[in-house]
């Protein structure tokens, strides 16, 4: 849980723009307009004046003040307002001074007024490809949600013990992270704050601090944990363009199109609205009329030997009298009108072109085989050659197995996906990207394309995906196969089309879909996956990320768990792993993350969350909601705790008697699967036969069912060996497989 937090607000206000009169050739503005204010230059369409700016938008106000020094300096600000400005481009990029926002403590951990900065821009959006969102401290989550369209959310944690683990340069979770914004930002507010007040760290780091900036005007170094707060602001950079209309609509109206002479009208990608660029063969501002470039004044602008000749747009290079040929370095040049000369010009640009062809062909065989030699690499460097050998061995070792884990070729998945075209994407991840692919024969599959790769943990991950090839559950997403023969290796798996259990249950056109008995059968289904990982696999498995978003529902709303990439196999003579803290907030088990001690009660925890989001309808972490019930989970606890179960779960879900009598033992062994301590916790194996108890209320409601899961281990490990399980062939669902195995973990805040 949070121990404090403070927000820091950004707004961009979008209203009509107003328009002024413009000519149709070129922009006529007073003769007084000012050029620059300060040491930043003013070009048109903004201006400081009336007369010399295209519309209010582009209003820069020029005030006097004074510096540090006492000495008279001119301040350019957007609009009236106080937002600084630092620079402005005719490429479509404006610089402004925003504020960072800090979350400071006392050495005992009380909380000093944190710094909250609040900024009002015009219809500019913030650039996504030139800011970061950035979070500096030790003890420090950072979140951020917003509107571009639609609302998000994103965040980042950054934690460290000491400076010796910070290096300088390194923002990746550890002292410094950094995640992307959307594009087309047009309002936001960020919320900063610590998980222990910095008492542990609060003698290098009393602080946290939080801001938008340009990515290339901040470098992390360890000194920022201390001395960031003596900086105020950070430059952040602003896409603008002639607000709204695109370049079409714009052209419909010549009195207010902004393009002039010699200009073009371009669309940006990332908002809304159109730019104007000098056509080419031409300079100046688009907005105002570009003039021709004279390009024979210049050798490096033209390419002629002789006679070079301006035209507009252009230029043409002229042969002197008794000389033919174009005149150009590229081309014939100019050469004497001899047949002689002719014929050794023709023989000898014969001959270089015989020669070209030749060198070409040799070229394209040496491409060619520089081409095999690193697929050959690729293979060798992902474990290839590894993979093969085990699978033959598992093969070897049972003769009535077939080994369900194929190896595809690059060009074969390639193919699939129309070469990776992003119209395919099916999902987006910190560590990579999910794409729909179709297979020759026909078949649907899911290719996950991981982005990292760490070649010190390549045999981990080829022991990973032969296991979990070997599982045959049919509510774990299949694993079919991969590929090895790129940079990172490519998994394929099988295609789940009926979205997430998230979808289902917190989208309001889905949850009223998803009857209590169906919402009983799905945890029902995933507790028995997480239960068979747990302690009837060969090597225990420890999924550490189950969630609501990987748990995938087929046609019949059949659960189908996903998403092992965070996974770890456990060896049977370890009863728990250090590991980094992994995993997704509002989620994680409390005890994992304050003792980084991995165990199977971990997976409890989680599991004990979607129990809550099932009864509730309410998503895990929101903050939307008031301080109190931010976490879901000690939202429950608490309603529990004062008796008001039924105010929390979900209207519809109560209103039938046996609807309520199962979720009050629902409630009852979600409470325990959220004790903090672990070994308090049931295990998979007692939960997945307290939901099956719990289920049988409805055929056997007459019944008082003694769940007591010693004496019913027997049976859930006969049913789960006899009608769920094959030892010989496994699955997986979409997954980050590679993440820990074959990527460094790095905090993304998910």
């Known amino acids: 849980m949070l121990s404090s937090s403070t927000t820091l607000y950004l707004t961009v206000i979008v209203v009509a723009a107003a328009v002024t009169d413009a000519a149709t050739s070129a922009q006529i503005i007073s003769p007084d307009c000012q050029s620059s204010c300060g040491n930043v230059t003013i070009p048109y369409p903004f201006g400081t004046t009336p007369g010399c700016y295209l519309n209010p938008f582009f209003l820069i106000s020029c005030n006097a003040t004074t510096d540090g020094n006492g000495v008279n300096v001119s301040k350019p600000s957007l609009w009236t307002s106080n937002i600084e400005v630092l620079g402005i481009t005719l490429d479509g990029e404006l610089t402004i001074k925003t504020f960072i926002g800090n979350d400071c403590y006392t050495e005992s951990g009380a909380r000093r007024a944190p710094t909250i900065a609040f900024t009002t821009l015009p219809v500019f959006s913030i650039s996504t490809t030139r800011n970061k969102f950035t979070a500096v401290g030790c003890d420090t989550l950072a979140l951020v949600n917003g509107r571009n369209g639609f609302e998000f959310s994103t965040g980042c944690l950054s934690f460290c013990n000491g400076m010796d683990s910070v290096t300088d340069g390194a ?17 936001y507010n960020v919320s900063v704050g610590s998980f222990r007040n910095h008492t542990t760290v609060w003698s290098f780091n009393p602080c946290s601090y939080v801001f938008i900036a340009e990515e290339s005007a901040f470098q992390f170094s360890r000194t920022d944990l201390q001395n960031l707060g003596s900086r105020t602001t950070m430059p952040t950079v602003l896409d603008w363009a002639v607000w709204k209309e695109n370049c079409t609509d714009a052209r419909k109206n010549a009195t207010t199109y902004a393009c002039k002479a010699n200009s073009i009208c371009v669309d940006p990608e990332d908002i809304s609205g159109y730019r104007c660029n000098c056509s080419s063969g031409y300079q100046g501002n688009p907005y105002l009329g570009c003039t021709d470039i004279d390009e024979c004044t210049d050798p490096m602008l033209n390419d002629c030997v002789k006679g070079c000749s301006n035209t507009p747009g252009n230029y043409t290079c002229v042969c002197p009298k008794g000389y033919r040929g174009d005149g150009r370095r590229s081309g014939d040049g100019c050469t004497a009108n001899q047949s002689l000369v002719l014929k050794i010009v023709v023989g000898v640009g014969v001959s270089t072109i015989v020669i070209m062809l030749s060198v070409g062909f040799v070229y394209l065989g040496l491409k060619k085989r520089e081409f095999l030699k690193l697929k050959e690499k690729y293979f060798r460097q992902n474990g290839g050659l590894l993979l093969q050998q085990k699978l033959q061995e598992r093969g070897r070792g049972n003769e009535s197995m077939n080994a369900t884990a194929r190896i595809f070729s690059a060009e074969e998945l390639k193919e699939a996906t129309d070469d990776f075209d992003e119209a395919r994407i099916i999902g987006r991840g910190g560590y990579g990207v999910v794409y729909k692919g179709f297979l020759r024969n026909g078949e649907v599959v899911a290719i996950k394309k991981s982005k990292l790769v760490d070649q010190s943990q390549i045999e981990q991950f080829v022991n990973e995906v032969v296991v979990l090839s070997q599982i045959n559950h049919r509510n774990v997403v299949k694993l079919l196969g ?17 979205g997430t259990l998230f979808d289902h249950i917190h989208k309001k056109a889905e949850s009223s879909k998803v009857p209590w008995d169906a919402r009983l059968r799905i945890a029902a289904e995933t507790a028995g996956v997480l239960s068979y990982l747990h302690s009837a696999a060969s090597v225990p498995i420890i999924h550490r990320d189950v969630k609501s978003t990987n748990i995938l529902l087929d046609d019949n709303c059949t659960a189908k768990v996903s998403d092992f990439g965070a996974s770890r196999l456990v060896p049977l003579d370890q009863a728990q792993l250090s590991t980094m803290v992994q995993g997704t907030l509002g989620y994680l088990d409390p005890e994992y993350m304050l003792t980084s001690q991995l165990t199977e009660k971990s997976d409890v925890y989680s599991f004990g969350v979607v129990l809550v989001e099932l009864m509730t309808g309410k998503q895990a972490l929101s903050f939307d909601r008031p ?44 409470k325990r699967c959220l004790r903090v301590k672990g070994e308090e916790r049931p295990s998979m194996k007692e939960v997945a036969m307290e939901l099956e108890g719990i289920r049988a209320m409805v055929s056997h409601p007459w019944v008082t069912i003694d769940l007591n899961p010693e004496e019913m281990v027997g049976l859930l490990q006969d049913r789960a060996e006899s009608s769920e399980y094959t030892s010989d062939s496994r699955n997986t669902g979409y997954s980050d497989s590679m993440r820990n195995h074959i990527m460094p973990p790095v905090s993304n805040g998910r």
């Not at 991969?482 to 009926?498: A, D, G, Q, S």
């Not at 301080?627 to 209103?655: H, P, T």
């Open 171 to 187: 923002c990746n979770g550890i002292g410094c992270c950094q995640t992307a914004i959307p594009k087309g930002l047009l309002s």
């Open 482 to 498: 991969c590929c090895l023969e790129t940079e990172v290796p490519l998994l394929v798996y099988e295609f789940v089309k009926n």
């Open 627 to 670: 301080e109190e019930e931010r976490s879901l989970a000690m939202y429950f606890l608490s309603c529990l705790k004062n008796d008001c179960l039924f105010e929390i779960v979900e209207g519809f879900l109560s209103e039938e008697e046996g609807n309520r009598k199962q979720l009050t033992e629902v409630a009852s062994l979600a």
